[in-house]
């Protein structure tokens, strides 16, 4: 149905920059949550970002000031930048959608996630 592939993760240093980005395909007509969550080793999931069709994004506090979130929605892709990056960024990043649309009236009830993409922060 549908499928959230993220790119983008690695190994950078303290005060570095990374970029991800996360594609979303299948049967799309639009999407109304797309977003970001992260989860580091023995933690819970966390959301990082996300962002409502033609709202607000709304940030953890950790990280604002340092990412930005955008989006495409003709694409239906999602870019997080990510700056000044901290040892505590070191986790999975995952993309997720909801409120997925197939047709104008037709909304899927699932929602769907990326197979996460690794981000180490480390000197």
């Known amino acids: 149905q549908v499928q959230l592939v993220e790119s983008g993760g690695g190994l950078v240093q303290p005060g570095g920059s990374l970029r991800l980005s996360c594609a979303a395909s299948?049967?799309?007509?639009?999407?109304?949550?797309m977003g970001w969550y992260r989860q580091a080793p023995g933690k819970e999931r966390e959301l990082v970002a996300s962002?409502?069709?033609?709202?607000?994004?709304n940030y953890a506090d950790s990280v604002k000031g340092r990412f930005a979130f955008s989006r495409d929605n003709v694409k239906n892709t999602i870019d997080l930048q990510m700056n000044s990056l901290k040892a505590e960024d070191t986790a999975v990043y995952y993309c997720?959608?909801?409120?997925?649309?197939?047709?104008?009236?037709?909304?899927?009830?699932?929602?769907?996630w990326g197979q996460g993409t690794q981000v180490t922060v480390s000197s």
């Open positions: 962002n409502t069709r033609g709202g607000n994004t």
């Open positions: 997720h959608a909801a409120g997925v649309y197939t047709s104008r009236w037709s909304m899927l009830s699932g929602v769907y």
């Open positions: 299948g049967s799309i007509y639009s999407i109304n949550v």
